[in-house]
């Protein structure tokens, strides 16, 4: 599985961005995926996770519940994720990840399959 994230950039606080994660592979459809996040000098913390299934269960880490919503779309072997209310704290590299086996595990090191990243940066 190969996977690009794109839609990062430069957006004022409280304003919304959109990332999506491409996948390759028909096999995409039956694993989780996740968002992660690593700022500089910190380490890559979970974001969301959302099962193999179109419409299927979600899971988002406290610092983002309510403003960020993680969705996919099997057809399209994407995932997305819709970032509302930005704060400058959520200024970050972005990364989509696949897990083969299971979802919503928020252990970056469980994880199979690394996109390469996409950078956000939230001004004040």
């Known amino acids: 599985v190969q996977l690009q994230a794109s839609g990062g950039g430069l957006v004022q606080a409280g304003g919304s961005l959109r990332l999506s994660c491409a996948a390759s592979?028909?096999?995409?459809?039956?694993?989780?995926v996740g968002w992660f996040r690593q700022a500089p000098g910190k380490e890559r913390e979970f974001v969301a996770a959302?099962?193999?299934?179109?419409?299927?269960?979600?899971l988002y880490a406290g610092s983002v519940k309510g403003r960020f919503t993680i969705s996919r779309d099997n057809a399209k072997n994407t995932v997305s994720l819709q970032m509302s209310s930005l704060k400058p704290e959520d200024t970050a590299v972005y990364y989509c990840?696949?897990?083969?086996?299971?979802?919503?595990?928020?252990?970056?090191?469980?994880?199979?399959?690394w996109g390469q990243g996409t950078l956000v940066t939230v001004s004040s």
């Open positions: 959302i099962s193999w299934s179109s419409g299927g269960s979600t």
């Open positions: 592979g028909r096999t995409f459809i039956l694993y989780g």
């Open positions: 990840a696949v897990l083969k086996a299971g979802w919503g595990t928020t252990g970056p090191h469980e994880y199979d399959y």
